[in-house]
Nanobody, 123 residues
């Protein structure tokens, strides 16, 4: 297993969760990384991305100013801090490694995917 997401769970609306994704150094240190999510019956959608050194981030409009993506290149860990959660954030969340160093929103740009972690937000 090269990418492993964790930290999901059940939270009430307005609450917070922090997701983590552990990665092997080979696919982490020089790669852009991202978070995606898939709600039941929906397509997988982009959530947030970060470039190789953490200097640039980009977010989906629906999570901007609520979620924060970060990375620790010494520990090969990607994080997603999620605040002010609402029921529409309920989904399986996936971390992914991009083919190159930049932060990208496009699913085809990612070639490594971890198993998801379920986030459920109750109203």
């Amino acid at each position: 297993v090269q990418l492993q997401a964790s930290g999901g769970g059940l939270v009430q609306a307005g609450g917070s969760l922090r997701l983590s994704c552990a990665s092997s150094r080979r696919i982490f240190s020089n790669n852009g990384m991202g978070w995606f999510r898939q709600a039941p019956g929906e397509e997988r959608e982009f959530v947030a991305a970060i470039n190789w050194n953490g200097g640039r981030t980009t977010y989906a409009d629906s999570v901007n100013n609520r979620f924060t993506i970060s990375r620790d290149n010494l520990k090969n860990i990607l994080c997603l801090q999620m605040n002010r959660l609402n029921p529409e954030d309920t989904a399986v969340y996936y971390c992914a490694a991009a083919r190159f160093a930049s932060a990208t929103r496009e699913t085809p740009d990612y070639n490594y995917w971890g198993r998801g972690t379920l986030v459920t937000v109750s109203s």
